[in-house]
């Protein structure tokens, strides 16, 4: 199975596997890609960023859901509570909305490599202080 390769703020890279349990989420998510777009910060869920969807609705139900992805756990709420949003945690978080907790479906996870847990930390920096950053997640392989 392919990866995926993320750029985020143009020179945040990243390396990513799909996750197994999610099979119908991979899918779907593969017919997003490539997804440009801007990561912001999840100032509700704790240390998380995510990519705002809209009222863009995959047509996926829950699958390898949580509500507390870990740090380079990509995750997809797929809309109905509160908009679709792809969840980028960078530290301790839970899936939520102004609306409450949310559960979203872990469809990816970033490879750990040297820096990755820093990078990872860079991001939410970024998105918490400077504002919102450039995003790019593309299929390798």
């Known amino acids: 199975m392919s990866d995926l390769s993320i750029r985020v703020g143009g020179d945040l890279h990243f390396s990513a596997r799909w996750e197994p349990a ?8 593969r017919s997003m890609l490539p997804i440009q777009g801007r990561i912001i910060h ?8 995510w990519i ?5 609705r995959p047509g ?4 390898n859901h949580t509500s507390h992805p870990a740090p380079g756990q990509l995750a997809i709420y797929p809309g109905g509570i509160s908009e679709c949003e792809i969840f980028f945690p ?3 978080c839970t899936t939520s909305s102004k609306v409450g907790q ?4 872990h ?4 490879l750990s490599d040297d820096g990755w847990e820093d990078r990872l930390r860079e991001v939410g920096r970024r998105a918490l202080w400077d504002g919102a950053q450039s995003i790019e997640i593309v299929e390798t392989g």
């Not at 999610?22 to 998510?29: F, G, K, V, Y």
């Not at 999840?42 to 960023?49: A, F, H, N, P, V």
């Not at 469809?107 to 970033?110: D, K």
């Open 60 to 63: 996926i139900d829950y699958e």
């Open 22 to 29: 999610a099979p119908r989420t991979i899918e779907a998510i």
């Open 90 to 92: 960078y530290g301790a």
């Open 102 to 105: 949310l559960a979203a479906n």
């Open 52 to 56: 705002p969807l809209g009222d863009f």
């Open 42 to 49: 999840c100032r509700w869920s704790g240390e998380s960023t």
């Open 107 to 110: 469809f990816a996870t970033i």
